[in-house]
């Protein structure tokens, strides 16, 4: 079992940058698949970016050319840097795994992973 704890949340003026941590702790797997989404209210959750252990990258659309996510397997830690942020970007964020690489643009879009963080919460003001 993967234990997930986010952090880096917190509030800031639109057109502001957040760079969300995700820490792995627990068993680690040598392939893997691992992402972000977020919630916001009244709102389903959303795929916004996944890595896996090849350093494949997938974005949504929404996020694609201000979000980035990237890894540092030495610390087994996930970041998603968030750039030009939107009030519609309010959300509390997540971060997830999934053990194996193989199918992970499924697993993201389904958003079937193994193993979830409680969240850290972001609030974009206008």
């Given at each position: 079992q993967v234990q997930l704890v986010e952090s880096g949340g917190g509030s800031v003026?639109?057109?502001?940058?957040?760079?969300?941590?995700?820490?792995?702790?627990?068993?680690?797997?040598?392939?893997?698949c691992m992402g972000w989404f977020r919630q916001a209210p009244g709102k389903k959750r959303e795929k916004l970016a996944a890595i896996d252990s090849d350093g494949i990258t997938i974005y949504a659309d929404s996020v694609k050319g201000r979000f980035t996510i990237s890894q540092d397997k030495a610390t087994n830690t996930l970041y998603l840097q968030m750039n030009s942020l939107k009030p519609d970007d309010t959300a509390m964020y997540y971060c997830a795994h999934k053990k194996w690489a193989s199918y992970c643009y499924s697993a993201v879009e389904t958003q079937i992973m193994d193993s979830w963080g409680k969240g850290t919460l972001v609030t974009i003001s206008s």
């Open positions: 003026q639109a057109g502001g940058s957040l760079r969300l941590s995700c820490a792995a702790s627990g068993y680690t797997y040598n392939s893997y």
